[in-house]
């Protein structure tokens, strides 16, 4: 039987195409702002929501939308009132999220081992119908905002205080942003699991900004880095009967590492080309004089 003719690898392939539309298109300001690991942060906090749905029997994925947007929402908060800088704000997100998480599931007498890692390192093949629905929904809002609000999003990540000065909600836009990553980190925990999911959003970032000349084609590029990480890992785990989860992460790192080999052989091929121009250009340069 070929791969697709499984409805599970079906679901699984539909589930990361899906999330890495929308991962990139977060990702790419949050890079731009330098917060890159904000979702690292919220995925520790999304862990106590996926605990509070657990703990009350309720669906794990809309609970922990709620927890880590509403974290995401006192983290921005905090950030921009400038009581506590960036770093330490994330900090405080990191250690509170994974214990309060942490003693919530041991609470649990639903929460078994096999399932705190499902949500850790992502079940992709996994996927239920309902998931595919969540995903799909959520995902497809965050997508959505990202391109129609893509010029202020832009303006506020590139430089803030000119944002401000040209009238722009500036705030609202960093607390509408911060809620984006929370929905996109819960929208991809199946995927590749809490831990690893900040890794969608910016590898893939990362690797289209050596090879994108302006914001859009770094975005486009970014997605297809990521669809290509996804797609081809989901299949690959499939194959070496590995985690989809990590299989995708560990891709995308080997397309960042080809893409930086690449991009730097261009760059010095480039600058011993515009050497060898000027000298020519100019041979009087190149004589050596004997004094």
Same mark, same amino acid.
């Given at each position: ?15 990361? =195409?899906?999330?890495? =539309? ?39 994925? $809309? ?28 900090? =405080? ?25 499902? $949500? ?41 205080? $000119? ?47 050596? =090879? ?49 080999? $690449? ?29």
């Amino acid at each position: 039987m070929t791969l697709l003719s499984y409805h599970f690898m079906q679901r699984a392939f539909v589930a990361a =195409l899906l999330v890495s =539309l929308a991962a990139p298109a977060v990702g790419i300001y949050l890079v731009q702002r330098r917060m890159a690991l904000i979702g690292d942060g919220i995925g520790h906090v999304a862990l106590t929501g996926v605990a509070v749905g657990i703990l009350f029997k309720t669906q794990p994925v $809309y609970t922990a939308v709620v927890v880590s947007a509403a974290a995401a929402l006192v983290i921005e908060l905090v950030r921009s009132r400038g009581r506590t800088s960036g770093d330490v704000a994330l900090a =405080l997100m990191f250690y509170g999220g994974i214990a309060l998480g942490a003693l919530l599931i041991d609470k649990s007498q639903d929460a078994s081992p096999a399932t705190l890692v499902s $949500y850790l390192f992502g079940s992709l093949l996994t996927t239920s119908n309902g998931d595919l629905v969540a995903i799909a929904v959520l995902g497809g809002i965050v997508l959505t905002i990202a391109v129609v609000l893509r010029p202020w999003f832009f303006a506020a990540s590139h430089d803030e205080e $000119y944002a401000v000065v040209s009238g722009l909600p500036v705030r609202a836009l960093n607390m509408l942003l911060a809620v984006m990553a929370a929905v996109t980190v819960t929208a991809a925990m199946r995927v590749v699991g809490l831990l690893l999911v900040s890794a969608l959003m910016v590898v893939p970032v990362a690797t289209a900004q050596q =090879l994108g000349r302006s914001f859009a084609s770094t975005l486009v590029a970014a997605i297809v880095v990521a669809e290509t990480a996804s797609l081809a890992g989901t299949a690959g785990s499939y194959y070496l009967d590995t985690k989809p989860g990590p299989t995708i992460v560990v891709l995308a790192l080997a397309l960042f590492a080809a893409v930086t080999v $690449y991009a730097t052989a261009i760059r010095r091929w480039r600058g011993t080309r515009s050497a060898a121009a000027q000298a020519a250009a100019d041979p009087a340069k190149n004589l050596i004089y004997e004094s």
